[in-house]
């Protein structure tokens, strides 16, 4: 009997340390997935920062380099409009401008990028805006990854911002380059499909016509459970190398606009993503460079603000061209001197959104009061966090993104003149 005692008090005894190395170990493990679940939001955080940091180097940098353009491309479409056909002059200017358009084009991607471009929608033929993105993405991708196009010829419209499509179809190309390690091809192409109300995601949209653009690659492709989780924030296939944001911010933008994407992969076969976007009854807008006004379009009085000094000379002398008397102003101080020398001769203000000391809008309001009827129009080289807490058509003003051209310029100075006239 005291055997059977003393082996059942051991067997308690082992039972209980058992319990207290099982506690231990539970203990043990946790902590370790509590260090490696604050590790993973250290380095999100981390990578949460490079990426905001990156982008407000490339808003900066692309707002200079609009400036630029704007001063580059409107003095040679002036001197094109200077020429004669027979000028032997006129092929290299027209060179100059095309390279400058082109990197217009390029500077439209950077800030996509950036994640700092205007988010504005706009009614577009989805198989032009792709063709002219095409060069681009070939370039990103490299040259051991092949990209082809398949792109319907005329497909219907639809409404999206255009610089957000731009970093959607970046992001997704960029993806499917890294699914490519070893090489391989990447196709971009569209066609019109006509959806039923249970093909679609989400009870709020519309059955009907979508545009779908495919970018399909032939690279490693996903198991399901993989694929099931892209559009997760956080969740990346490239480990450290990635942010895990990029298909996040895809499927989120391409929800604001009105539309939805999906994914189908196989491993060892390859990935296709799709977007989906509904064909508007829109048409699209003309711009205003092809009915511009043609020599003297006004006799009104300007303040013209901004403190790029090459871009505020060449607006002077465009609006002068055009027969407007200009008080030209380097910062919203200045203006303010002008405004009270001049209150009664101005008849529009024109400024940068973005200056030292008074941002635009501070110093719109400002006239404004003083005058409530003052047309207004903004122009801007980037869209920055200032510019996105402001809505000009709320305002009731007018907005251009740089570069434009000057026809475009004169065409929007006129527009907004005439609209205050009618009040």
Do not use: W
Request: with cysteine.
């Amino acid at each position: 009997m005291a055997n059977d005692a003393a082996e059942e008090q051991t067997g308690s005894l082992h039972a209980q340390i058992a319990r207290v190395k099982t506690a231990r170990v539970k203990d043990a493990v946790g902590a370790a997935e509590d260090m490696a679940q604050r590790s993973r939001h250290f380095e999100h955080l981390q990578h949460s920062q490079t990426t905001n940091t990156v982008g407000q180097l490339a808003g900066g940098i692309a707002h200079d380099f609009n400036n630029l353009l704007t001063v580059i491309n409107s003095h040679c479409q002036i001197l094109l409009s200077q020429m004669s056909d027979g000028d032997p002059h006129a092929r290299s200017v027209s060179c100059i401008l095309e390279a400058g358009e082109r990197a217009a084009r390029l500077n439209r991607h950077l800030l996509a990028v950036s994640r700092r471009s205007t988010a504005e929608p706009e009614v577009v033929n989805v198989s032009e805006i792709l063709q002219e993105s095409a060069s681009l993405l070939q370039r990103i991708v490299g040259e051991h990854v092949t990209l082809k196009t398949n792109l319907a010829s005329d497909p219907p419209l639809i409404s999206v911002s255009r610089s957000q499509l731009d970093q959607v179809i970046t992001n997704i190309v960029l993806n499917a380059r890294d699914a490519c390690v070893n090489g391989g091809e990447i196709l971009i192409s569209t066609e019109v499909v006509t959806l039923r109300a249970e093909q679609l995601p989400r009870p709020e949209l519309p059955e009907g016509d979508f545009v779908c653009a495919e970018i399909s690659d032939n690279g490693d492709g996903m198991s399901s459970e993989v694929s099931s989780k892209i559009f997760e924030p956080f969740f990346s296939t490239k480990g450290s190398q990635g942010t895990g944001l990029g298909m996040a911010v895809t499927h989120g933008l391409i929800s604001q606009n009105g539309g939805f994407v999906s994914v189908e992969s196989e491993e060892g076969v390859g990935t296709a993503i799709r977007i989906f976007c509904p064909v508007t009854n829109d048409t699209m807008s003309v711009a205003a460079s092809t009915s511009a006004p043609q020599g003297a379009s006004g006799t009104e009085t300007i303040l013209l603000v901004e403190d790029e000094a090459a871009v505020r000379k060449l607006l002077q002398k465009v609006l002068e061209a055009d027969g407007y008397r200009v008080f030209a102003a380097v910062d919203g101080e200045e203006a303010l001197q002008c405004f009270d020398r001049h209150r009664g001769e101005i008849d529009m203000l024109i400024t940068d959104v973005v200056m030292p000391s008074m941002n635009g809008q501070d110093l719109a309001s400002r006239l404004r009061r003083q005058k409530p009827d003052l047309p207004i129009l903004y122009m801007s080289g980037y869209t920055s966090d200032a510019i996105a807490e402001f809505s000009p058509e709320t305002f009731q003003a007018g907005f251009l993104q740089k570069p434009f051209a000057p026809s475009e310029f004169v065409a929007q100075v006129r527009c907004q003149i005439d609209i205050a006239a009618e009040g």
